[in-house]
Nanobody, 115 residues
């Protein structure tokens, strides 16, 4: 079965850092571009970051550029999202997504930025 399992979310103060992980299984991870999305209450799901199959190219939403870093380890079938200088507006459920033709989604992990 295909599984994407996110971890690393939690409560952090503004200016703090978190690293999200997404462990994949059940498909050829290295063949899929990987993304992190987030969805805040009452808002649409938005793309935060994207990384190509080899990690050679990345994309970031303007709202996180310079603060977040996406990376992947194809040997470990895992994608990461390093989040620094977190702001209250980063509060959301964060989802990882594997995309080739269709898409696989994880269950999400909550990130709350609050003092």
């Amino acid at each position: 079965d295909v599984q994407l399992v996110e971890s690393g979310g939690g409560l952090v103060q503004p200016g703090g850092s978190l690293r999200l992980s997404c462990a994949a299984s059940g498909f050829t991870f290295s063949s899929y571009a990987m993304m992190w999305y987030r969805q805040a209450p009452g808002q649409e799901r938005e793309l935060v970051a994207r990384i190509t199959t080899t990690g050679g190219s990345t994309y970031y939403a303007d709202s996180v550029k310079g603060r977040f870093t996406i990376s992947r380890d194809n040997a470990k079938n895992t994608v990461y999202l390093q989040m620094n200088n977190l702001k209250p507006e980063d509060t959301a459920v964060y989802y990882c997504c594997a995309r080739l033709i269709g898409a696989y989604w994880g269950q999400g992990t909550q990130v709350t930025v609050s003092s």
